[in-house]
T-cell receptor, first 113, second 112 residues
């Protein structure tokens, strides 16, 4: 079983739809959870950062972490064509000198006007 | 503005030649990382460094080499021993305490 599983899609939605992106993981020691957005031929950019379980909201984006189910989600409300990108989940066990992220393979999202 | 600069953006090399990809950061981050990204494969870790003059192999280090002589710089050399070097290469940095990685804009290497 891979440490982090992410459905690669592709996912295609109409403009204004609510988008749900998900990752599951197997390592119960993960504590830090992130979502990155990557436009074509660009480097990933950090979108959301959460610690432990719970929800975090930033504008149209909401990140949810359910550690009991080992499941994280990213919701995008009122999706826009500019949201079209690959979304990568990432997680880490801890900070400190051995800090290293484990990434999902990414989900390709297209928002159609 | 603080950030990570990767150069060049595009790089073409003949098979059998070594090539060095540049990565410079002015974020005062301690750790730096090199990833390779291929379609359908996600991000694969090549090398990482947590302090100057020290680095560790990642999951796919064979055919690559790095150095960390300065905190700001972490160049990657793709050697002729790398069997399939054509890929998109990403450099990243972070602080020890977490907070995610900051990525560069990437170098697309094509070997012909």
């Amino acid at each position: 079983q891979k440490e982090v599983e992410q459905d690669p899609g592709p996912l295609s939605v109409p403009e204004g739809a609510i988008v749900s992106l998900n990752c599951t993981y197997s390592n119960s020691a993960f504590q830090y959870f992130m979502w990155y957005r990557q436009y074509s031929r660009k480097g990933p950019e950090l979108l959301m950062y959460t610690y432990s379980s719970g929800n975090k909201e930033d504008g149209r984006f909401t990140a949810q972490v359910d550690k009991s189910s080992k499941y994280i989600s990213l919701f995008i409300r009122d999706s826009q064509p500019s949201d079209s990108a690959t979304y990568l989940c990432a997680m880490s066990t801890s900070g400190g000198s051995n800090y290293k992220l484990t990434f999902g393979k990414g989900t390709l999202l297209t928002v159609n006007p | 503005d603080g950030g990570i600069t990767q150069s060049p953006k595009y790089l073409f090399r003949k098979e059998g030649q070594n090539v060095t990809l540049s990565c410079e950061q002015n974020l005062n981050h301690d750790a730096m990382y090199w990833y390779r990204q291929d379609p359908g494969q996600g991000l694969r870790l090549i090398y990482y460094s947590q302090i100057v003059n020290d680095f560790q192999k990642g999951d796919i280090a064979e055919g690559y080499s790095v150095s960390r002589e300065k905190k700001e710089s972490f160049p990657l050399t793709v050697t002729s021993a790398q069997k399939n070097p054509t890929a998109f290469y990403l450099c990243a940095s972070s602080i020890f305490q977490g907070g995610g990685y900051t990525f560069g804009s990437g170098t697309r290497l094509t070997v012909v």
